[in-house]
């Protein structure tokens, strides 16, 4: 099971769209209809409220105005759907494995204006929130844009199934100089929203951004003043530099030489 | 049981098991392992060049992030194909450890190729740290796409491992994976938010491919069909007219086991690439 989460950014809307198919035929459908349900932690609770099915072979889109007037605005909102009633309040993320596919089982999280859109397909996955208790980030990005009309921001994105909102410390730097390019504090179980305005990046390498106690899906969104151009992407994790083999192992020493350099 | 299922997916996915896999229909492997060890693995990235586009790699030392004590220069090889398939140029980089650098792909092909695809091959001495992990350095790539009425790059990633190649010869070989009979790919998205859009999609298996196309209405109902066969190595580009807003969801089948389109729809002010 898969969760899609709904940014939030002065000045644009967001959507996620679901589909009650598999991507590939070889994994079996489930069960028609699922039951679409928005979830936000509160810091003790995992808020849960049931907002509609979704039939076989359906694909619906769910903008950021379309929830509950009960999902506060301070807090992020996370769709997924479940063949189960779910309870309204629960002391631990509803996780359950039934969607667990590889390629996994995708939605398309979307940032618009009045002009024009920016996505990405994606999801946190279950797996990543379930088994992930305390983990780390590294993200390599060469997607910072400079420019004087143009603003960067990453969405760095968390949930665990404790519904802590508790804070970690997040650093980007520049790996050849080893200046820190910014520095702040990003909460669990929240899709952070990290504005770079006034940062000049390096053209020459790309930027590093480090986080000790925390994982999480770091995506790229850069946009003008009016918000009439756009980009949103995401990074791969350090296992995506090679395929096969011992992945997790190249990908251990790359986070403990960056790890215990920067934090 | 756990370690004989670990044993079995092993064996699985030695190189000729998955090819003979893919020959027997027998759950055929996403990708596949390159022959020799000594491989490296790339995507095949789309690009477009003209008066109305330009397209930029960022092409970083990722290999020396992975063990940044080494502090290891590379040789980065760019493959270029035409959207014919036809290999049309290839351009080396020489990248300090750690270095990046911004690479536009029109100053890298002859000007009158629109449309094509490149692929990139990394080569350092840091390949044998990665073998002694039974790995093969793999390039996923960030490549930005920009139209004339942009400031911004919009990014998109790789979505296919697609070829390989040996650093001691020229020859580029597809990894990608195939099944002997045609499968369906469905795009986890809906494309009915835009007025007109464009599907992309690389062949980087080693004969022409079929492609059919099926788009549906938001009952699920089929509203267009279209087969197109793509030569190897080729791109191939689909043009949908949505200002009615028929056209929600579509569905592609091909022999290719994951064959993901590279996705972009069109607004008011700017555009929306994507990996479907």
């Not at chain 1, 909102?165 to 050849?176: A, S, W």
């Not at chain 2, 449309?115 to 790539?141: A, D, M």
């Not at chain 2, 809906?190 to 938001?218: A, G, H, M």
Request: with cysteine; hydrophobic share 35%.
């Amino acid at each position: 099971m898969n969760y899609y989460f709904l940014p939030r950014i002065l000045g644009l809307k967001s959507s996620v769209t679901i589909t009650n198919f598999p991507c590939l035929d070889k994994f079996k459908s489930l069960p028609d209809p699922q039951r679409i349900y928005v979830t936000w932690s509160d810091g003790v609770n995992w808020q849960n409220r049931f907002i509609g099915e979704i039939a076989l072979n359906q694909a619906i889109k769910i903008h950021l105005d379309d929830l509950p007037e009960d999902c506060p605005l301070d807090k992020t909102s996370f769709v997924f759907f479940h063949y189960k009633e779910i309870p309204e309040k629960t002391d631990r993320l509803v996780t359950s494995d039934h969607m667990f596919y590889m390629p996994t089982w995708r939605g398309n999280i979307e940032l618009y204006s009045d002009y024009t859109a920016t996505s990405y397909s994606g999801e946190y996955q279950h797996e990543m929130a379930y088994y992930i208790k305390k983990g780390t980030l590294i993200s390599l990005s060469p997607m910072f844009q400079n420019g004087a009309n143009i603003h960067n921001k990453l969405l760095f994105v968390n949930m665990t199934p404790d519904p802590t909102l508790e804070k970690h410390e997040f650093i980007t730097v520049n790996p050849k100089t080893d200046d820190i390019l910014h520095r702040t504090e990003v909460c669990a179980n929240t899709c952070n929203v990290i504005d770079f305005s006034g940062v000049e990046f390096p053209e020459d390498v790309v930027t590093l951004s480090v986080s000790k106690g925390m994982a999480g899906v770091p995506i790229y969104f850069s946009h003008n003043d009016t918000f009439t151009q756009m980009s949103f992407e995401h990074t791969h994790p350090p296992t995506s530099f090679v395929q096969y083999g011992d992945a997790i192992a190249i990908q251990r020493n790359l986070k403990q030489s960056w790890l215990s350099k920067y934090v | 049981m756990k370690k004989y299922l670990s044993k079995v997916k092993l064996v699985a996915n030695f190189p000729l098991i998955q090819r003979a896999r893919a020959v027997l229909n027998l759950n055929p492997a996403q990708d596949l392992k390159p022959l020799s060890k000594s491989h490296i693995v790339s995507d095949l990235f789309v690009f477009r060049c003209s008066d109305d586009w330009s397209t930029e790699l960022s092409l970083f030392n990722f290999p020396s992030y992975m063990y940044p004590d080494a502090m290891c220069q590379e040789s980065c090889l760019l493959v270029f194909y035409d959207a014919s398939g036809f290999e049309v140029g290839r351009k080396s980089y020489e990248l300090a450890s750690l270095e990046m650098k911004r690479i536009s792909i029109s100053d890298c092909i002859p000007k009158s190729i629109m449309l094509g695809s490149f692929s990139v091959f990394h080569h350092s001495t840091l390949i044998e740290r990665v073998k002694k992990q039974g790995s093969y350095i793999t390039e996923r790539g960030y490549v930005g796409y920009k139209n004339n009425s942009s400031d911004l790059y919009s990014y998109c990633h790789g979505n296919m491992k697609a070829l390989s190649k040996s650093v001691h010869q020229n020859r580029v070989r597809s990894v990608v994976g195939r099944s002997k009979v045609k499968l369906r790919y469905r795009p986890q998205l809906l494309i009915s938010d835009s007025d007109s859009l464009e599907l992309i999609y690389v062949n980087p298996s080693p004969s022409q491919e079929s492609l059919l196309l099926k788009f549906f209405d938001k009952q699920h109902q089929i509203v267009e069909e279209h087969f197109v066969e793509i030569p190897k190595f080729g791109t191939y580009l689909h043009k949908i007219d949505n200002s009615e807003r028929l056209i929600h969801t579509f569905e592609n089948w091909g022999r290719i086991v994951l064959w993901r389109p590279v996705i972009f729809k069109y607004y008011k002010t700017h555009f929306d690439v994507l990996h479907g």
